[in-house]
């Protein structure tokens, strides 16, 4: 997959090395110095010059990309940018970093992707631009991880202790629309509740298999 990280920052730098380890990255910056914050181990293209700048966006391959996360310490930088990925070039993978919790909840109504610390943000959006109907939330210690995903028709039906792991995985908030729950083992899930486990780092790709989500 191809994706454009906007802004390397300590959460932009961060996230175009997640990405550049398996697929193809462009991160643009107006700083060419920020860049050497991406290390050795970026496998990806650097571009420096104004991100809102057409020319610069279809140079880093806006036209052809699978998603593009404008991740910039300026919230209105990031903001442009989206409006011009959405409207302009299509992009449906378009998440945008806003600190302003203000503006958080607006942009999260028009339909962005919006997400408001660094390795975590990083991580969340990696996984919000690859992964399809499921979400993996690292925690500090590295060690655990809170794993999301939608309750399709396949498990709608089922009590949440069907889907607990002993040991390994444990549901622990349903978000439904009218608000989140805490659920105890016999809540029967329906499709469409967006369910948050805990998980073990190590665990996770096994999890996913016996819960059968990508």
Not at 27 to 37: E, L, Q, T, V, W
């Amino acid at each position: 997959m191809y994706f454009i990280v906007i802004g390397c920052g300590k959460v932009g730098s961060q996230l175009a090395k997640y990405l550049s380890e398996n697929h193809n990255v462009v991160i643009i910056d107006r700083n060419p110095a920020s860049f050497r914050a991406l290390g050795p181990v970026f496998n990806g293209i650097t571009i420096a010059g104004n991100c809102i700048n057409l020319d610069i966006l279809r140079d880093a391959g806006i036209e052809k990309c699978d998603g593009i996360a404008a991740v910039t310490n300026d919230d209105n930088v990031n903001i442009v940018v989206g409006q011009i990925a959405k409207k302009m070039f299509d992009i449906n993978k378009c998440i945008i970093r806003i600190v302003d919790p203000e503006k958080n909840e607006i942009y999260r109504r028009l339909g962005y992707d919006v997400i408001s610390g660094q390795q975590l943000v990083a991580a969340i959006i990696r996984d919000k631009l690859i992964e399809k109907g499921t979400s993996t939330y690292v925690v500090e210690s590295g060690e655990i991880s809170f794993l999301e995903f939608i309750i399709d028709e396949n498990k709608s039906g089922k009590k949440v202790s069907d889907l607990n792991v002993s040991g390994e995985f444990r549901i622990i908030v349903i978000i439904k629309q009218d608000g989140p729950i805490i659920p105890d083992d016999g809540y029967v899930l329906k499709e469409g509740d967006v369910v948050i486990g805990i998980v073990k780092m190590k665990d996770i790709l096994k999890i996913k298999r016996i819960l059968e989500i990508q």
